[in-house]
């Protein structure tokens, strides 16, 4: 993977999403520089991450439903809240567009749904995305304040998601169930060993 790919992929962005969707993107890319300065991320593979996040967001749902279950991608309840196709689609996309290791981009698939035993990749880049600092609900000092603790910002990104989609009145994702329990495990964990 060299850098010039991600340059590849930052000009494709450009050319297939919205201006406020390529801003956000840009947001989690200057989030996402300042969790790789804290944490031992590798800077390439989250910048490429980053960059296809979102790359699906404003893709049609149906072409895509269709590769992701001809790549056994699909579930139900992915197929029935289409939200949730992009991540799966970018990640496909990575692979197969972009010749990426599946391990790389993996990350991408997660930004979403959140997973049971996360990575510290997972966390950084779903923190990002949740958190990102031209988002409405935050900024900059919230996200700083975010990052102190992955663990913790990760259960709260859950918590308002899990509410928004019960709200909605939609089916809750299996993996964001598993991610919330696995969650409050590794924080009660690191509680008791205080």
């Not at 200057?30 to 296809?52: F, I, N, S």
């Not at 809750?172 to 919330?180: F, R």
Request: aromatic share 8%; net charge negative; with cysteine.
């Amino acid at each position: 993977m060299s850098p010039d790919l991600t340059v590849q992929i930052r000009n494709s962005l450009k050319q297939r999403v919205s201006s406020p969707r390529y801003d956000h993107i840009m947001g989690v890319e200057r989030a996402m520089d300042h969790l790789c300065g804290r944490y031992e991320l590798d800077a390439l593979q989250m910048k490429t991450c980053v960059l296809l996040h979102d790359y699906c967001r404003e893709d049609s749902v149906k072409p895509w439903i269709e590769k992701l279950a001809k790549a056994n991608l699909l579930d139900e309840i992915t197929e029935q809240n289409p939200v949730l196709v992009h991540a799966k689609a970018a990640y496909l996309l990575g692979q197969e567009k972009y010749s990426l290791e599946k391990s790389w981009v993996e990350p991408v698939a997660w930004h979403t749904t959140g997973r049971l035993e996360m990575t510290l990749e997972d966390m950084a880049l779903f923190v990002c995305d949740a958190f990102e600092p031209s988002r409405e609900w935050s900024s900059w000092e919230i996200f700083l304040e975010k990052s102190e603790n992955l663990l913790e910002s990760v259960r709260e990104s859950l918590v308002s998601k899990l509410e928004f989609t019960i709200r909605r009145g939609k089916m809750i994702h299996p993996h964001s169930i598993e991610a919330w329990n696995w969650v409050c495990s590794e924080l009660s964990k690191r509680e008791c060993a205080k």
